[in-house]
């Protein structure tokens, strides 16, 4: 079974302060996401790796930061947070797989982490 | 915006097959349905995937239509723990780098009852 972890399930901090949001996933698999999850918006897209060290832009990349120095292991760094910044954050992992003669990836997710900024 | 259209809940009774429907009329050829639930307060999921034949897992069984425009999620014995928002979703292959983006959307809600 695939595994993804992420670091805290909750987790409250203050405005200003710099947050650092783990994900560590156990199948050496290629690409890593974060997303953020808000209630009426649904998965909007924050970062997404598909190498050590490689990363690319989501949807929403402003006021994140990302780090991917190991390939189990995908960081999400906000710089400053900011009371707009509380949401659920999720991670997720996949790798790709022919199937059907093409090449598809099933995205794989953490338990997410439930972040309040006060 | 979200390619699918999904019932926005349904209900079902326990031990039941609980028969999950998804119209995606604009399907092209080389796009995959999945399919993921999401338990209140928990990560998303996967359930299972198909391109256009039918496909079963130890969790589901997936069904599409022959001409690709729609698709049902079977839940063979539904039990209260399958209570959660399934979403149905459309995504095309890769290029060799990431698809990006899980495109999600309402999805439907789920009640197994008792």
């Known amino acids: 079974d695939v595994k993804v972890t992420q670091s805290s399930r909750y987790l409250v901090k203050r405005t200003g302060e710099k947050v650092f949001l783990e994900c560590v996933q156990d199948?050496?698999?290629?690409?890593m996401f974060w997303y953020r999850q808000d209630p009426g918006l649904g998965l909007r897209l924050i970062y997404f790796s598909y190498d050590v060290k490689m990363k690319e832009k989501g949807d929403i990349p402003e006021g994140y930061s990302v780090s991917r120095e190991k390939k189990e292991r995908f960081s999400l760094i906000l710089e400053s947070a900011s009371t707009n910044q509380t949401s659920m954050y999720l991670c997720?992992?996949?790798?790709?797989?022919?199937?059907?003669?093409?090449?598809?990836?099933?995205?794989?997710f953490g338990p997410g982490t439930r972040l309040t900024v006060l | 915006d979200a390619k699918t259209t999904q019932p926005t809940s349904m209900d079902c009774a326990e031990g039941r097959a609980a028969n999950l429907p998804c119209n995606h009329s604009t399907i092209s050829g080389n796009e995959y349905v999945y399919w993921y639930r999401q338990i209140h307060s928990q990560g998303p999921q996967y359930i299972i995937h198909?391109?256009?034949n039918n496909e079963t897992n130890e969790m589901a069984s997936l069904i599409i239509t022959e001409d690709r425009k729609s698709s049902t999620l079977i839940l063979p014995h539904a039990t209260l723990r399958d209570t959660a928002v399934y979403y149905c979703i459309v995504r095309g292959p890769g290029d060799g780098g990431s698809q990006g983006n899980l495109i999600f959307g309402k999805g439907t809600k789920l009640s197994v009852k008792p």
């Open positions: 199948m050496d698999h290629e690409n």
């Open positions: 198909g391109l256009k």
């Open positions: 997720a992992s996949s790798l790709w797989d022919l199937w059907g003669q093409r090449y598809t990836d099933t995205q794989y």
